[in-house]
């Protein structure tokens, strides 16, 4: 049996970054197990542009972004094992993993870190009626069979929910020759970044719908039309107001969710509102010395802000491979009026030997209020925000003496 | 020009009455062809219903229905074991909330116990929540089925085809029957592509049963699609429930069950629905709802984000009121097996078995030489114990690719059941045998794969692969093929 100081499950963003940060902190050992035939994760199909701006200070392709990660990777001696996936790991951080070339595989590690990334919510999940014709899935797999197999899927699009996926393929058909006729939105606003409103939909004159659905599905073989509605403030349908959209490829992009096969397996305590694993300041899940970043831990917006935090996640997971994190009475970190969620979920003081970034989303769209940072019921930081969103993520930090024997944080919205 | 293909029988239809038949007269030596319009197996209500093995109380006393519910529930645990077909002998409960639904157990009871159905039993209350601890508390007892049991019905249909063609039984998919003459004594059936003589002709076209039975005799039946709407749940909530939970029978069926899949999942539904096509297979947002407000009463903590998928499946419902299986003294070797709707599946051999019967009083059979009731086993490479996997790999590098991640299918497992005889041809037609694109993803993952992997192995283009039907293509053509771009 194989034994490494640290390993990376995934290697996309979170993993590759996670990986670098575990081996400049010292890790002798680190291994990259990815399921795919190459590294970089989701990043090799988007090839739009618009990544690494806070990271690189560059306007890069996804390809690209990746690249970077995976050459400084390869410039160390971390191994990489591609083709090769994970079935099993068990509280002794034993891994059973599986490839073609190096057979059934039983690895262990020190320190684990989860970084599998996301996946997409389903029509099925959404449960829309109607029939079951060929012409409908998810925008991520579209933007896989064109942007990597050189496939094209569909002449006439409809687009359900306007994440930044949706967004982005709403462009990405138009460009290649597809009619999309609308981006319909259940919420009164899109979940999508604005710029990719602006760039992706404003641009080609596709407009996007907000407060409407998908409610029937029409075609026995391929797909014919779909029927939008409009609903009201419970997102249910309004009688009257349906329309039909004759088409032949109906595109969801209606929520990501953290890929917790392997978590769930194992009995990791999981975030019913990230729906990830709970993690503490160094992205440590309450299973001790198993770490989680990037999209599994929670779905993020920008890739930048998903190889921050895995550095950070790479860096502790040396720091454990080592000995050297302390284990305290950790903070939980609350989220008080107009967050969905914070990431992390609890504070050791300890290890915060820098300010701490700490992740959240809001609940709706704000304008014009002030974001409140309290510990022990005092408040400690007030942020000013012209535009908050819940698809867009925002941060705070907090420097380690704040939190020097604090009982409780919260961080709540105040109208300013 | 059409050519006219001989055989001994023809089976119409390849839905589970149609493949058990098959495989139970593959036993003989016969040439046999089963003909099925659609471009797989199990296409019609054999694939979209609930998947259970009835005990049989429920069922009329003194009726098709009841007789071979009880013989087929007998003969499924040794049938699934041999042909290698995922099945549960889970038991099930019928729940009562109300002492006037107290009555109707013992009723269905008594029934049970006259058409001879073994391990029934009323449980009171307190037992009832020991056993299913999520059921919602108001109920107030149960009656115990303990032969009761899931099964996968797709995997069960195409496992019957399987070892009827390995016994030499032919299929010919998208063969749609348009006409039966009768020629010299025999029968002539035009299909859409070729002709087939046979002295034999079994009418095992579910829905379109009474349609087939017209070409030859006249109308005494008439069949009546009725739609039920299902709800498929993910594997984390599966064992929300251990036994078949229904809730007391009304008068358009057994009504609203909830039960754990023979692969684990959890199945909500059916409601029942009379319609006027035969294949108006939607789902409809009314439905749905009902079968959903319906099921909370039996399981108040459903949480409805758990949903994978939904679906609808037709039963085809004979005026008779009853199953039709008989032969016709006017007609010899025809043979009629309409109106197969629930307990269809589990009476499904035990029709097969009476067949053979029939067939027996009009000709003689004799029975064929290295006959074998058994499947070369399908591997199922996520069930198997870290040395088998090892070993398995050892024989297969192509056990050590997962194809489908939710699922745990590895590509040897989709390459073998492309090649296996009744093999796969489609994306959907890969997922009912292997269960790849069938999880919590519905396909997201996997379906490129598995597209690059059918046109391989089936020597097609990728943009020729299909997802289902014969006109559900999933790729409309390359990117920049003006460009010169292959």
């Given at each position: 049996m194989t034994d490494y100081d640290v390993m990376c499950i995934g290697g996309g963003p979170a993993g590759l970054a996670a990986a670098l940060a575990a081996k400049e902190n010292g890790a002798e050992r680190v291994c990259i197990l990815e399921r795919d035939k190459e590294l970089g994760g989701i990043l090799q199909q988007c090839i739009h542009n618009g990544f690494g701006l806070h990271t690189f200070n560059a306007d890069l392709t996804g390809p690209e972004y990746a690249q970077r990660f995976i050459e400084q990777v390869e410039a160390t001696d971390i191994e990489i094992k591609t083709d090769t996936m994970v079935l099993e790991i068990t509280k002794d951080k034993e891994v059973f993993a599986l490839s073609p070339e190096d057979g059934y595989q039983k690895l262990k590690a020190k320190a684990i870190i989860l970084s599998m990334g996301c996946r997409e919510r389903t029509r099925g999940a959404l449960a829309i009626p109607g029939t079951r014709p060929a012409g409908i899935m998810t925008a991520g797999t579209a933007q896989r069979m064109i942007n990597i197999d050189g496939y094209m899927i569909g002449k006439r699009v409809v687009i359900l929910g306007s994440g930044d996926i949706g967004l982005i393929m709403a462009r990405r058909m138009t460009l290649e020759g597809a009619k999309v006729l609308a981006v319909a939105e259940i919420m009164p606003y899109s979940s999508g970044l604005t710029r990719n409103i602006v760039q992706c939909l404003d641009d080609y004159r596709i407009p996007l719908k907000l407060q409407h659905t998908v409610t029937n599905i029409f075609g026995k073989d391929r797909l014919e039309a779909v029927e939008i509605s409009e609903v009201d403030d419970k997102f249910n349908p309004i009688p009257g107001s349906e329309k039909r959209y004759e088409c032949d490829t109906l595109l969801l992009s209606v929520g990501l969710l953290p890929e917790i096969e392997l978590p769930y397996a194992l009995g990791i305590e999981l975030d019913k509102r990230t729906r990830g694993p709970k993690v503490n300041e160094a992205m440590e899940t309450n299973v001790s010395g198993i770490f989680a970043c990037g999209n599994v831990a929670h779905v993020h917006d920008l890739v930048d802000y998903v190889s921050k935090e895995s550095k950070k996640a790479g860096f502790f997971a040396a720091e454990y491979a080592k000995g050297l994190i302390k284990t305290e009475k950790a903070v939980p970190t609350e989220s008080g009026v107009g967050i969905s969620y914070i990431v992390p979920q609890e504070i050791r003081q300890s290890n915060c030997k820098k300010d701490l970034e700490i992740y959240f989303r809001v609940k709706r769209v704000y304008n014009g209020v002030k974001v409140i940072l309290k510990i022990d019921n005092k408040i400690i930081k007030e942020h000013k925000k012209r535009h908050m969103a819940p698809g867009e993520m925002q941060s705070i930090k907090i420097r380690p003496e704040d939190l020097l024997n604090a009982g409780s944080l919260s961080i709540e919205v105040q109208n300013g | 020009m059409k050519k006219t293909n001989k055989y001994d029988l023809i089976i119409i239809g390849g839905g589970i009455s149609g493949t058990a038949i098959a495989s139970a007269l593959s036993a003989y030596n016969l040439s046999i062809c089963l003909l099925e319009k659609s471009n797989d197996l199990s296409n019609g209500a054999s694939k979209a219903n609930s998947g259970i093995v009835h005990g049989g109380y429920d069922a009329e006393s003194g009726t098709l229905m009841a007789k071979f519910n009880v013989r087929g529930n007998e003969m499924y645990p040794d049938i699934c074991q041999k042909l290698d077909v995922p099945f549960s002998p889970c038991g099930s409960y019928v729940i009562a909330f109300t002492d006037a639904e107290i009555k109707t157990l013992e009723e269905l009871k008594k029934r049970g116990k006259i058409n001879n159905v073994p391990g029934l039993k009323i449980l009171d209350r307190d037992e009832v929540l020991k056993q299913e601890p999520n059921l919602n508390p108001e109920v107030k007892g149960a009656l115990f089925s303990k032969t009761a049991g899931v099964v996968s019905p797709y995997e069960l249909c195409i496992a019957f085809m399987e070892h009827a063609m390995d016994h030499g039984a032919e299929l010919k998919l998208e063969h749609e029957v348009r006409d039966i003459n009768l020629q010299d004594g025999k029968f002539l059936v035009k299909t859409n592509k070729d002709d087939f003589e046979a002295a034999s002709v079994i009418n095992a076209a579910g829905v379109y049963a009474d349609k087939v039975h017209n070409m030859v005799l006249e109308p005494t039946f008439k069949i009546d699609p009725r739609r039920g709407e299902y709800f498929l749940m993910d594997k984390y909530i599966g064992d929300s429930v251990k036994h078949v939970i229904f809730q007391c029978p009304n008068e358009m069926?057994?009504?609203?069950?909830?039960?754990?899949?023979?692969?684990?999942?959890?199945?909500?539904?059916?409601?029942?629905?009379?319609?006027?096509?035969?294949?108006?297979?939607?789902?409809?947002?009314?439905?749905?709802?009902?079968?959903?407000?319906?099921?909370?009463?039996?399981l108040p903590e459903l949480n409805r984000s758990m949903t994978i998928t939904t679906f609808s499946g037709i039963r085809a419902q004979a005026s008779t009121g009853d199953f039709i299986v008989c032969d016709y003294p006017e007609l010899p070797g025809f043979i009629d097996v309409a109106g197969i709707k629930s307990p269809g599946l589990t009476a499904a051999p035990a029709i097969a078995e009476y067949v053979v019967e029939l067939l027996k009083k009009q000709q003689e059979l004799t029975e064929r030489k290295n006959f074998t009731f058994s499947r070369r086993k399908q591997i199922r490479f996520h069930t198997l114990s870290h040395k088998e996997r090892a070993k398995a790999l050892k024989k297969d590098p192509n056990f050590g690719r997962i194809i489908c991640r939710c699922e745990g299918v590895t590509e040897a497992e989709i390459i073998d059941v492309i090649h296996r005889n009744a093999g796969a041809r489609t994306l959907d037609s890969v997922k009912r045998r292997t269960r790849s694109g069938g999880g919590r993803c519905q396909g997201g993952f996997c379906s490129p794969k598995i597209i690059e992997i059918l046109a391989r192995e089936l020597g097609i283009s990728q943009d020729e692969v299909l997802k289902d039907s014969s006109a559900s293509r999933i790729i409309i053509d390359q990117t920049k093929k003006e460009a010169g771009n292959d």
């Open positions: - | 069926g057994k009504g609203v069950l909830i039960a754990p899949t023979a692969h684990e999942n959890l199945i909500i539904g059916p409601n029942a629905e009379d319609i006027q096509e035969k294949e108006a297979n939607e789902t409809t947002f009314s439905g749905l709802n009902d079968v959903w407000s319906a099921a909370l009463k039996t």
